[in-house]
């Protein structure tokens, strides 16, 4: 199914269903592109579930739009790998919510370049645990 998938048109993406959206394997999902990935509505990213948001690669996770990473659940986001997570836009990160943040593991919260911890909001800094604080680079801090 993954070979299908990747040969399906940005419209035919945006045309699935949200049921049809869950029903994917984790490897269809793995195989969409760049430009399939910039589809996905909305709806189609609050579908995901867990495991699927995993398989996102890091190029999909870079190419989320701002709309798209904040349909992300709490639980999506505390899924997603350090490299994932460091892939996410500088914009994305300023836009998550204060639990999707505070969700993100110590280990991943540590790979957040200066530009993304400096796009953080005093309400998403506040939203930090003690050791996700202690975990941001000094140089980070100093954004």
Known sequence: MASIISSMSTSQIIALTTSQIVSLATSDIDALGTSQTIALTTSQILALTT???KALTTSDIAVLG?????????????????????ALGTSNVAALGTSQVAAISTSAIAVLGTSQVAALTTSQVVALAT?????????????
């Open 66 to 86: 701002t709309s798209q990473a904040i349909a992300l659940e709490t639980s999506d986001v505390a899924a997603l790998k350090s490299g994932q997570i460091a």
């Open 131 to 143: 050791k996700q604080a202690a975990a941001l680079s000094t140089a980070a801090i100093a954004a």
């Open 51 to 53: 495991s699927q948001v």
